[in-house]
T-cell receptor
Framework: DTGVSQNPRHKITKRGQNVTFRCDPI?????LYWYRQTLGQGPEFLTY????????KSRLLSDRFSAERPKGSFSTLEIQRTEQGDSAMYLC????????????????FGEGSRLTVL | AQKITQTQPGMFVQEKEAVTLDCTYD???????LFWYKQPSSGEMIFLIY??????QNATEGRYSLNFQKARKSANLVISASQLGDSAMYFC??????????????FGKGTKLSVIP
């Protein structure tokens, strides 16, 4: 399978615990994104990496959230001291950079990691 | 900033009929891309179709076509010959190709399509 892979697919945790999600992007993609999706809403941008550099973070990403992409390949999203409001689907996506031609910058998404905070 | 509006929270369509899902957008960027994604209950976002702001013709991909009206800032998705497997959430999204935010998609709230046998 050469698509975007995320794990775990489901995580149930108690409020105050830390959780970590992992994303393995498509191997040749240099851009990696994290989105959050709550019930009845479209995905909302959280953060973006180009290779190993985190180039942008949304104001949605509080200081309890941290994301890394240490070698420019897989990425982790950690949430510390989880709150019930963190319950959501966390989606990872990857893409090629915009380099003209037919590359539209389309994002390829994983199946998501669903977090439930009790 | 970009904004996507999908005004239809839910739609029903009879199997084998065509259906149009509405999308309007707002941007000040001259160059941008418009995308439609399908999200079945499994959660994965599946890319369906793309339209560039400077494309002269409406995009088509199999049973999917995009009715692009630039002056009205609308990018409606048309699904022809609906199938039961088309039942899912559908999201319209856009990204600018210059300036701040050119690396990210902005999504609408989605439309839930239900195909009736």
């Amino acid at each position: 399978d050469t698509g975007v892979s995320q794990n775990p697919r489901h995580k149930i945790t108690k409020r105050g615990q830390n959780v970590t999600f992992r994303c393995d992007p498509i191997s040749e993609h240099n851009r990696l994104y994290w989105y959050r999706q709550t019930l009845g809403q479209g995905p909302e941008f959280l953060t973006y990496f180009q290779n190993e550099a985190q180039l942008e973070k949304s104001r949605l990403l509080s200081d309890r959230f941290s994301a890394e992409r240490p070698k420019g390949s897989f990425s982790t999203l950690e949430i510390q001291r989880t709150e019930q409001g963190d319950s959501a689907m966390y989606l990872c996506a990857s893409s090629l950079g915009l380099a003209g031609g037919k590359n539209t910058g389309e994002l390829f998404f994983g199946e998501g990691s669903r977090l439930t905070v009790l | 900033a970009q904004k996507i509006t999908q005004t239809q929270p839910g739609m029903f369509v009879q199997e084998k009929e065509a259906v149009t899902l509405d999308c309007t957008y707002d941007t000040s960027d001259p160059s941008y891309g418009l995308f439609w994604y399908k999200q079945p209950s499994s959660g994965e976002m599946i890319f369906l179709i793309y339209q560039g702001s400077y494309d002269q013709q409406n995009a088509t991909e199999g049973r999917y076509s995009l009715n692009f009206q630039k002056a009205r800032k609308s990018a409606n998705l048309v699904i022809s010959a609906s199938q039961l497997g088309d039942s899912a959430m559908y999201f319209c999204a856009m990204r600018p190709y210059s300036g701040a935010g050119s690396y990210q998609l902005t999504f609408g709230k989605g439309t839930k399509l239900s195909v009736i046998p």
